[in-house]
């Protein structure tokens, strides 16, 4: 049994790397062949709150590399409040790990920092998979920090974890997929990371209100091959964002997943994989 496949993301150890003036916390494992991937997670999320399912897919075929922003989780520094300070560090994080060519898989507020990382420096992104995500200046986008709040308070009022209210909607099958899907958060039981703090989500939701309040920016000039996943009830992030996405990058294709809200990816995670690792494939 090769490496990539003995070792799950459950067991992958937690390290850091000093980037950016600052010291990031991260995981990496999977095959050592081709372009490392590199994941860029959600609003409020740490290294803990990968899918295992969708990671351990992804890194049966590439190289994964998971990273905390500067601040969450058990990366050192202030958090920033800004894409594009975000977006920076990212860079910053994947040089020092020594890599001039990259993958990146940008999930939600992940995918906003992936299009920036792109803009900044198109000779570092090779291949950008977009899930959940928008543009700057994107339809609604404005919007998705009261979605996100309003979740929140109503999760706690009814004694839920927020996750199944701001990635899931309220149907049968969806209901079913968030079960299981926390079920698979919880398979990490030894050096979990640092929990999401209040500030962290505050400066976040700063952050993405700032990017759906931007003027669209142009996409055209990214030269990146583009997956777009979305799902088609999503709540957090319209899914006209989609729409626009696919419509603005040169080289861009869409998947939309029936009945799938903002944890499309969770909900639909072996199909996803299916898809996420035909679109990597050189």
Request: hydrophobic content about 40%; charged content about 25%; overall charge positive.
């Given at each position: 049994m090769t490496e990539h496949t003995a070792l799950r993301y459950r067991d992958v150890a937690t390290r850091t790397i000093g980037a950016s003036?600052?010291?990031?916390a991260y995981r990496e494992y999977g095959s050592q062949a081709g372009v490392p991937l590199v994941l860029l997670t959600h609003l409020g999320g740490n290294l803990d709150n990968w899918d295992p399912a969708v990671v351990d897919g992804l890194a049966d075929e590439r190289h994964v590399i998971a990273v905390d922003y500067r601040g969450v989780g058990a990366s050192a520094g202030?958090?920033?409040d800004t894409i594009e300070q975000i977006a920076a560090d990212t860079?910053?994080?994947?040089?020092?790990l020594g890599y001039d060519r990259v993958d990146v898989f940008g999930l939600s507020m992940g995918g906003m920092v992936a299009q920036a990382v792109a803009a900044q420096a198109p000779e570092l992104?090779?291949?950008l998979i977009l899930a959940a995500t928008g543009p700057a200046g994107g339809p609604g986008l404005t919007g998705m920090t009261r979605v996100a709040v309003r979740a929140v308070l109503r999760a706690v009022l009814t004694f839920n974890d927020p996750k199944t209210l701001l990635f899931f909607t309220r149907s049968k099958v969806e209901k079913s997929a968030a079960h299981q899907y926390i079920a698979r958060l919880k398979d990490r039981v030894v050096g979990r990371d640092d929990a999401i703090t209040p500030a962290v989500y505050r400066a976040q939701l700063s952050a993405v209100r700032a990017w759906g309040a931007q003027a669209p920016a142009g996409l055209s000039a990214l030269a990146s091959r583009v997956l777009i996943v979305h799902?088609?009830?999503?709540?957090?992030?319209?899914p006209?964002?989609?729409?626009v996405l696919v419509r603005s990058l040169p080289d861009a294709t869409l998947?939309?997943?029936?009945?799938?809200g903002h944890g499309v990816v969770f909900q639909n995670h072996r199909a996803f994989v299916d898809r996420a690792r035909e679109f990597l494939r050189r």
């Open positions: 003036g600052t010291t990031f202030t958090i920033r860079r910053a994080v994947i040089r020092a992104v090779d291949r799902g088609d009830n999503d709540r957090m992030v319209p006209a964002n989609a729409t998947t939309v997943f029936p009945d799938s």
